[in-house]
């Protein structure tokens, strides 16, 4: 019988992990369903922009505010997690504050301290971030996009957090009391300088009701960490882990370079060479059909672009940056990648069901991102240079005018006219090529 | 160009001029200025002249890949034919074109700004430039998106603008979180999509909060939209907007 809390804490531990496992697999298929990209070049500038900007937090702190809370939040995330560690041992072998038996003692006060230091700082900041959304109304957070679930999500994030928080100041609270009181098994160890304020209130409790809120806190802490591990899957906050990768394979050419589409370069030089003949037949084995130019569905798009669409956490900087959206336009790079990600989670849940992809007489142009969004795109790179965590909203929209103007031959009449102006004389406008100089004898 | 060929010469650079700078009224005058600006430093440069064509930045912004190579392939036949080594330019367009996008397609060249350009000729003491009548006075600079966010380079225009001995201040959005005149990504041959305001005039609006006697630019489009912007304002008789080349040439009255 002794053993049945650690039998379910096994249990517990492994549906909690197996099934974010099975979801991650899924996220890693549904990027798969991009074209691949060659991202082997400049491994150590992608390994620096991870260092700077993933674990630096270099383009959080551009908004000094939210920068500073966000890194609060995220060393909080990442040193308490030696806590968990701690937790997943006890929880499997019944032990109690195992790392105090084998940590020297005052390294164990040490962390302990810090942990609650942070669990309060951590604390402090997500009640901030949930009044800059809430209260606040920060501009971002109201966006057109940001109704329903995205922001329901956004809170429930918070709230999760909080409340993990609070159980694990809680937990040590009464553990401390326990400790007071010399109960069995609880062992005097730990250091305690913020939960020990909570301590007053268990002062006239029973051994057994403070067992029961410490053990209450230890389950429903460890349950809950289990429990958002998952809900990651389903809400935007996945780029707690996606980031790093994310920033690995982010974009370390200028913003500026716009990839050449090289089997529009095979076309050109076809044409340009004299000696090509037109009417030969296709090469032995090159029944391939030829590729679709540009994207008009995620398929079209590359791993990176999925990836880009699945670590998006909706923070909104791209779109307050975006001067198409800051005046009035409908366009907002936040969109877009919400958009994608949307689509391929469809696209995902299709193959679920069906064991392939059944077309559903859908895609991601026209049916999720309108046209009116993409021809509103400056191509300022405004969105991401503010992207803290090198997402490219610009190179879909590139992807997708492609697709409208190379396969549909859908640019905006006035595109059409300057670019049949480029095709004829050299320039965007109707001015004869042989007029080119005449600048030099005009005052 | 085709001139120095047959003599068999080579010029120190290759003037890219750019359909704005061939054929835009407004900016002819900086490519005239920047011509000045090359005289005095007695730079030995050419212009492709009537062989150079559009480097293909529009067409490729919205999406027209295959004619973008078309122009990028017979611009670089043209200049790798004359062996050209180094380009300068006064539209930061072309320059983003020519640096990023043409190699890949076998056109490999030394690729300059003009701002870039002349502040390379101050350093080696080949121009040298004094405040003139700029001296003091309060100006405002607008990042053109091709040259600051997309190419990393926000110091040369503002160091030529300290030369000229300028009150320069900064607009609430300068630098990598400029904003856009609105004219990049090919809308500057469209209409805007429906919305609240024009982009330029969101722009010029910031750029009147600093209330500026000029506003710097170094982009042919930049100076079209913030011109444009001014004047939807009603303020072009208060404000200017001047190229960076235009002004240095001004400050000596070239």
Redesign the interface.
Known sequence: MQYIPNILFIIALAAGVGYFTLNIRKIIRNIKLGHEVDASNHTSERWGNVVRIALGQSKMVVRPIPGLLHIIVYVGFIIINIEVLEIIIDGIFGTHRVLSTVLPIGLYNFLIASFEILALLVLVGVILFWTRRNIQKIKRFWANEMTGWPKNDANYILYFEMVLMILFLTMNAADQQLQTLGAAHYVEAGSYPVSKFIVPFFSNLSEATLIAIERGAWWLHILGILVFLNYLYFSKHLHIILAFPNVYFGKVVPKGKFKNLDSVTNEVKMMMDPNVDPFAAPAEGATEAPAKFGASDVTDLSRIQLLNAYTCTECGRCTSECPANITGKKLSPRKIMMDTRDRLEEIGKNIDKNGEFKPDGKQLLDDYITREELWACTTCNACVEACPVSIDPLSIIMDMRQYLVMEQSAAPTELNVSMTNIENNGAPWPYNQMDRLNWKDEN | MAEYMAQGKQPEILFW?G?A????DRA?KI??AFVKLLNKANIDFA?L??E???T?D??????????F???A??NI?VLNGYEIKKIVTACPHCF?TI???YP??GGNYEIMHHTQFLKSLMEEGRLKVEGGKFKGKRITFHDP??LG????EYEAPRELLQKLEVELVEMKRCK??G??C??????????????????N???TEEALETAPKIIAAACPFCNTMMTDGVKAKHAEDNVQVLDVAEMIANAEDL
């Open positions: 001029v359909c700078g061939s054929f835009d002819k490519t005239k212009v002249g009537t150079e064509s559009c293909g529009p067409a490729k912004r919205a999406g027209n890949e295959f004619l190579q078309m122009q392939m017979t036949e983003n640096k990023n996008e890949g397609l998106c091709y966010r997309a190419n990393g990598s979180r904003l856009c609105g004219a990049g990504g090919a809308q500057m041959f469209k209409e805007p999509e429906p919305g609240k305001k024009d982009i005039v969101e722009r």
